[in-house]
């Protein structure tokens, strides 16, 4: 790049504040996980611009390494495939990973209320971009990491309206804003990705709308595709156009220190693998998944509220947050020897808690607890639908526990260390065909590293 289009650097940083709601975050452009994302700050605000109309370039270097010391490969009969663990997470015994090297490039809109333009786009490569390029289909393990992979994470135009207080208009893709989590590791309160997470629709495309009604109060509302999928959302008979709707609010206090946001999503037709884990079965009558688009009807809906709250008297070190979930499908199915109802409800909850020591080191803990009245939710360890009621099975759950502490060595360079331990209670095996068959509930023990270098 020439330096003349360069007109000056910014110092770089790598905050690991996660959970107060600081200025919007462009990472997360959805109204979205202002808490969760506000991370992204150290990679947005300290960018390089490449010319006054701000046009600016930054990223991210993750590498990791995790260690699984059931040494279970993350295959469909593993308990690591239980947990909730995506591809990289899930590796057998110790294995270096490179998470993902992170390219953004943005025309932000300014803070003023009069017609302008900008545009995003958020480009992914490594390992765990194996996992969002592929979620909607397929049976992936650990095996399937690939450093070389591609992965589009956002890519949209942006248009502000003055109108009121001002309406942006996003269209294109983007991140969905459910959660305290979102796709970039670095930005989230630990290295592995929560159950909720990996049971929430992460990215979606379509056209997202935002108001700020005052400073306390911010709505959203967008309509899409379908949650992770390229294509529309149809019925079993492949004629309908399906769309999915989302709106939100978030609720700030006056003193700015917390935060409160719900999410609401409906779809006219079953979403593409919106809700379940990477792996899942082949789909038979015994072991059975919910079916991708085209071979069963129904509407799902997802409701999402989360929050955060930074105590004033421990002046920004001391910070909570909470995650909770309910989603549920309800329709039919129609497959090759199988005819049944599809009913699957799954819901969950997490609390999470940091404190930060001083400026070089923080410690962070993370509890979710996920449960479903099938075992639908978990992709391969259950019958998601059945022409018989035995099919359904009422008391699915998985918990995991994380301690992360945050050392940040420099301005742009941050290091994280990470244990966790799961388990569960009725996992089904999908290679016995039982439940609590030969597999274990747990507890299935990890421990990680990360380095993460800014730009």
Same mark, same amino acid.
């Given at each position: ?9 910014? =110092? ?22 202002? +808490? ?23 990223? %991210? ?15 469909? &009969?593993? %308990? ?30 300014? =803070? ?21 390029? /592929? ?10 990491? /690939? ?7 956002? #890519? ?6 003055? @109108? ?29 990705? *929560? ?12 056209? @997202? ?27 079993? =008979? ?7 709707? *989302? ?7 006056? =003193?700015?220190?917390?935060?409160? $946001? /719900? ?23 015994? #072991? ?14 997802? %409701?999402? +509220? ?25 329709? !039919? ?7 049944? @109802? ?11 808690? $940091? ?31 059945? !022409? !018989? ?40 095996? &999908? ?8 597999? !274990? ?10 380095? @993460?270098?800014?730009?």
């Amino acid at each position: 790049m020439d330096s003349g289009f360069i007109t000056k650097w910014r =110092s770089l940083c790598v905050v690991t504040l996660w959970i107060i709601d600081l200025p919007t975050s462009s990472f997360s452009q959805v109204a979205p996980k202002e +808490s969760a994302q506000e991370v992204s700050k150290c990679i947005d605000s300290n960018s390089l611009s490449l010319d006054p109309e701000r046009i600016k370039l930054s990223g %991210y270097v993750d590498f990791g390494y995790s260690y699984n010391f059931t040494g279970s490969s993350g295959g469909a &009969t593993d %308990y690591s495939s239980v947990n909730g663990r995506i591809l990289t997470d899930t590796a057998q015994r110790g294995d270096f990973n490179l998470y993902a090297v992170k390219f953004a490039l943005e025309k932000e809109l300014t =803070s003023e209320n009069r017609f302008q333009a900008g545009f995003r786009i958020d480009i992914m490569i490594g390992e765990d971009s194996a996992y969002f390029a /592929n979620r909607s289909g397929g049976s992936l393990s650990n095996t399937d990491s /690939n450093s070389n992979s591609l992965f589009t994470e956002q #890519a949209f135009t942006t248009f502000r309206i003055p @109108v009121g207080n001002g309406l942006n208009l996003k269209f294109g893709k983007t991140e969905a804003p459910l959660g305290l989590e979102g796709m970039d590791r670095p930005t989230n309160p630990c290295i592995t990705y *929560g159950l909720l997470f990996n049971v929430m629709p992460i990215w979606f495309i379509g056209m @997202v709308s935002n108001y700020t009604f005052d400073p306390l109060l911010k709505a959203t509302f967008w309509i899409d595709n379908g949650s992770n999928t390229d294509n529309n959302i149809t019925s079993s =008979s492949g004629t309908s156009d399906g769309v999915a709707f *989302g709106g939100g609010l978030v609720v700030t206090a006056p =003193s700015g220190n917390a935060n409160w $946001k /719900n999410y609401l999503i409906y779809g006219t037709s079953i979403f593409s693998n919106s809700h379940i884990s990477s792996n899942k079965p082949s789909l038979t009558p015994s #072991a059975a998944t919910i079916p991708p688009e085209g071979e069963a009807s129904g509407f799902p809906i997802i %409701y999402n +509220s989360n929050g955060s709250w930074a105590p004033l008297c421990f002046e920004n070190r001391l910070y909570f947050g909470v995650n909770a979930l309910l989603g549920n499908i309800q329709g !039919s199915v129609s497959l090759p020897g199988v005819n049944g @109802v599809l009913n699957d409800c799954w819901y969950g909850a997490g609390l999470y808690a $940091k404190y930060y020591f001083n400026d070089f080191f923080s410690l962070q803990g993370r509890g979710e607890f996920l449960g479903s009245n099938t075992a639908g939710v978990f992709g391969n360890q259950g019958t998601a639908f059945s !022409s !018989s009621p035995t099919g359904h099975l009422t008391g699915n759950n998985i918990w995991e526990s994380t301690l992360t502490a945050n050392f940040n060595l420099s301005a742009d360079c941050l290091i994280r260390a990470e244990y966790r331990m799961d388990w569960g209670s009725n996992i089904y095996n &999908t290679k016995t065909g039982n439940h609590n068959g030969s597999v !274990s509930g747990g507890p299935a023990y990890y421990a990680g590293a990360e380095v @993460v270098y800014s730009f």
